[in-house]
């Protein structure tokens, strides 16, 4: 019966994320940093202004737009942010981020469009890519230049067939962020190559050391070509919920509403009353939850750069680090698998995320710190017995 399912479907390779959780299951005492979701609860206000939003009524179908109290609170949300006044027809509400990068592919992609992808990258990109035609043209970038993309690589990327343009920052999974002076000459090729973009920023909040958010949507003449994707997922805790949000030009967003219509029909009207809850709490709970990311940060890499055979940048935002382990193999998914076997520890192939991410691994720091030490223990005592000669 496997011959019924969709070619486009069978060709989905198994997740190496969602491969190493099933592999942990095999074990008592593994500790995972393998799952891309922070391990703090939902703030409990955002919990009980949802229940009781849920217990006067709020269970019903809203407008596939959204909830019209969610699209005004995001309007708030980003006069604060990115210092603008956004109209309400630029936004739509969706099922978690990813619904808002499956609207937006289904809108603009047409068979054979070309949509450049930065390595490494989240799987789920090429896969919306694929299912409707579209091909993705891979941008490298290497551990040398900090997985950022450079302005010359993207250059020689693009063909005729180019479209749309990704960009994911904070990036999962290495971490890196791109710098102001690099978006801006990104812009410029994007102008003069009359190519979309699509920009990945559900980690927007979830910056270190004095970073705030550098966002292309801010540079000239991109707001009318720009799709940017936010999320409650990652800065609020809210990974369950699956609620986020997209915003852009108002010809854009009309199109992806129809998809939301057509898909999901709208949003969980719940989630959306968390959404609303969640845009109100106050940002001291954000950022305790982000220092807590940056002193897990901050200890992972004092530990990991002083390990024989690794090399890792300190990321600048996210909850991921992605030391380079090609010294000591190219092969991360068997360095993976061994560590697990060995230690119980779980971390995730880098060749997942795109050939860029060959003889690396990404660790999520989403475990408190005292589980995060033994962890990483665990990945100093199995680095120096296989590193023995």
Same mark, same amino acid.
């Given at each position: 019966?496997?011959?019924? $399912? ?62 019209? &109290? ?13 210092? &603008? ?33 930065? &390595? ?60 102001? &002076? #690099? *978006?801006?000459?990104?812009? =410029? $090729?994007?102008?003069? =190559?009359?190519?979309? /973009? ?8 979830? *910056? ?10 801010? =540079? ?5 070509? #720009? ?52 845009? =109100? ?22 530990? *990991? ?34 560590? *697990? ?10 060749? #997942? ?9 990404? /660790? ?18 199995? $680095? ?6």
């Amino acid at each position: 019966m496997k011959s019924k $399912i969709s070619t486009a479907v069978s060709q989905i390779p198994l997740s190496g994320i969602r491969e190493m959780w099933k592999r942990a299951a095999e074990y008592d005492n593994y500790i995972s940093l393998g799952i891309g979701e922070p391990d703090f609860n939902t703030p409990e206000e955002i919990c009980r202004q949802a229940l009781e939003d849920a217990v006067r009524g709020a269970t019903h179908y809203t407008q596939s737009q959204g909830d019209p &109290e969610l699209i005004e609170a995001i309007q708030r949300y980003l006069r604060e942010r990115l210092g &603008e006044d956004l109209s309400t027809g630029q936004i739509v509400v969706t099922t978690g981020g990813v619904g808002g990068l499956t609207s937006f592919f289904r809108t603009v992609l047409n068979p054979g469009d070309e949509v450049l992808l930065p &390595e490494p990258y989240f799987p789920p990109y090429r896969h919306n890519i694929e299912w409707v035609g579209g091909k993705a043209v891979h941008v490298q970038t290497s551990f040398e230049n900090s997985f950022v993309p450079t302005p010359e690589a993207l250059e020689a990327a693009i063909t005729p067939s180019s479209k749309v343009l990704v960009l994911n920052s904070p990036n999962n999974p290495t971490g890196a962020v791109i710098p102001a &002076e #690099t *978006l801006d000459n990104i812009a =410029r $090729i994007v102008l003069e =190559r009359d190519l979309l /973009v699509l920009s990945d920023e559900v980690y927007e909040r979830l *910056l270190f050391d004095g970073r705030t958010q550098e966002s292309i949507w801010k =540079r000239p003449g991109m707001n009318e070509r #720009t799709v940017v994707v936010h999320s409650f997922s990652k800065s609020f805790a809210m990974t369950g919920w699956r609620i986020g949000y997209a915003f852009g030009p108002q010809w854009l967003i009309e199109s992806m509403i129809k998809v939301v219509s057509s898909t999901t029909s709208c949003a969980p009207s719940v989630s959306q009353r968390a959404a609303v809850a969640a845009l =109100r709490l106050d940002a001291q709970v954000i950022d305790a939850m982000v220092e807590e990311f940056r002193v897990r940060r901050d200890h992972a890499y004092e530990v *990991l750069e002083q390990l024989p055979g690794v090399r890792v940048h300190k990321p600048g935002g996210t909850f991921y680090m992605f030391p380079d382990i090609s010294q000591i193999t190219q092969d991360s998914r068997q360095f993976a698998l061994d560590l *697990l076997k060995e230690e119980q520890v779980v971390v995730v192939p880098g060749e #997942t995320f795109g050939p860029s991410g060959k003889g690396c691994v990404r /660790v999520a720091l989403t475990v408190n710190q005292e589980v995060l030490k033994e962890a990483l223990e665990r990945i100093r005592r199995f $680095i120096k017995h296989i590193s023995r000669p």
